[in-house]
């Protein structure tokens, strides 16, 4: 018999699309007349993540496709290349959230930090091998420092407007 998805889950999915999109509605506001400074941060990415490793129940790996999938649409990316590259960046991520659950923040963060630098020159790679237009280095590295940055500031963000709060070890997954 198949079980109808718990409230919590579809709660939490809805609210993470929501999120998203919010993200991605801002980035698309052409808030800067003229000359496009400094990258922002990945706050999609960020968030993805953090949900991932805070409530990995809530979040299925077909919404973040679908999340990822619009933004690529949106943004004009190569179609999908990023969606699969944060698919497996994110999927990789919940495999070990159970051995990352109990470790502090920081050592959370380093493991984010270098997660989200290994899909960032897997994407530039792929964009190179298959000969796709390739942005500057120096603003992806730009981009990476800022989304590194704005994690805390995420994690902080989700749990204070959100309330997303990390499973404890006696918590049913």
Do not use: C
Not at 35 to 46: E, H, K, N, Y
Not at 96 to 103: G, H, I, K, V
Request: proline share 7%; glycine share 8%; aromatic share 10%.
């Amino acid at each position: 018999m198949i079980q109808l998805p718990s409230r919590s889950f579809v709660l939490g999915t809805l609210v993470f699309l929501a999120s998203v999109w919010a993200l991605l509605f801002v980035r698309l506001l052409p808030l800067s007349a003229g000359i496009m400074g400094w990258p922002g941060p990945d706050l999609a990415l960020a968030l993805i993540l953090a949900w991932v490793l805070r409530r990995p129940d809530q979040l299925a790996a077909p919404v973040i496709v679908l999340a990822i999938l619009v933004e690529d649409v949106l943004l004009m990316r190569p179609l999908g290349l990023w969606t699969a590259i944060v698919l497996l960046g994110s999927e990789a991520a919940r495999l070990r959230e159970p051995r990352w659950r109990d470790q502090p923040f920081m050592v959370e963060w380093f493991r984010v930090g270098v997660l989200i630098g290994l899909m960032m020159l897997g994407y530039r790679l792929v964009q190179v091998v298959f000969v796709l237009q390739v942005p500057a280095l120096g603003q992806v590295i730009l981009q990476f420092l800022a989304t590194v940055a704005a994690y805390p500031l995420v994690v902080f963000g989700a749990r204070w407007l959100i309330g997303l709060r990390r499973l404890g070890r006696g918590d049913p997954t």
